[in-house]
């Protein structure tokens, strides 16, 4: 089985929201008897890979109304970053990046994951103030537009 093969099929790689770089870069490499800077480049490579589809699900995702799906997958773009640093993602749609930011924002994250998510999504400060201050409206609003869709 290959590098890439093995780290995949690992427990500890389902998708958490979380990336623990000891975990990872450490002790699988030594669970799965493989080379340990191989497998950092393996996980380099994936996390590249899994950011921008995260965010093309995530937006799927919240064309769908599915709000905790949204949540989980921009918590697994956030630990695709945390893994491999990246700089802020482009999406046509700047309503869609907000709503995705509102949604998370709902969900009470950690400030630093706001902030970095605030960050890859490419929402300004004023942006993101505005938002917090309609966050709730935002969703009363979207509730009455479903309960008249037949």
Sequence with gaps: MSCRSKLACHPSMRKTGEFDEEEVYEKIPIDLNINAEKAKGVVHELAR???????IQAV???RQRNQQGVVSTLNDLLACDKAV???????????ELADLYTICMKNNPAPEKLCRLQYLLG???STATALG????SVFSVVAEEEKFVF
Aim: no cysteine.
């Design 49 to 55: 890979s899994r950011l921008s589809n995260s965010l």
């Design 85 to 95: 640093p990246s700089e802020p993602l482009t999406w046509e749609v700047p309503e």
């Design 133 to 136: 201050e309609t966050k709730d």
């Design 123 to 125: 929402i300004s400060d």
């Design 60 to 62: 799927a995702l919240l």
